[in-house]
Nanobody, 124 residues
Framework: QVQLVESGGGLVQAGDSLRLSCAAS????????MGWFRQAPGREREFVTT????????YYADSVKGRFTISRDNAKNTVYLQMNSLKPEDTAVYYC?????????????????WGQGTQVTVSS
């Protein structure tokens, strides 16, 4: 059974940084792209960033480009999201996901498994 366990969320002030981690098990981690998505109250879940199987290709939503960085360590079966210069509009539940394919994509439609989510709250 595939498990994705996120950690690292919390309450921070605008301008601060957070690093999210997602530990994966139950699937050959290095065979699939990984991603982070988020859902704010009253809004649909949206794409934040994805990384291909090797870590060599990444995509970002325009709203986080230049502030967030996704990375993966295939030896540790872990994907990370470094979030810098956080803004109140980044407040959401952040979900780790493993995709159906090896290559990174920018939609939720290619997600195979979701993590349980971790809350990120940015105060102004």
């Amino acid at each position: 059974q595939v498990q994705l366990v996120e950690s690292g969320g919390g309450l921070v002030q605008a301008g601060d940084s957070l690093r999210l981690s997602c530990a994966a098990s139950g699937r050959t981690f290095s065979n699939y792209a990984m991603g982070w998505f988020r859902q704010a109250p009253g809004r649909e879940r949206e794409f934040v960033t994805t990384i291909n199987w090797s870590g060599g290709i990444t995509y970002y939503a325009d709203s986080v480009k230049g502030r967030f960085t996704i990375s993966r360590d295939n030896a540790k079966n872990t994907v990370y999201l470094q979030m810098n210069s956080l803004k109140p509009e980044d407040t959401a539940v952040y979900y780790c996901a493993t995709l159906k394919v090896k290559e990174a994509v920018t939609t939720t439609g290619m997600v195979k498994y979701w993590g349980q989510g971790t809350q990120v709250t940015v105060s102004s």
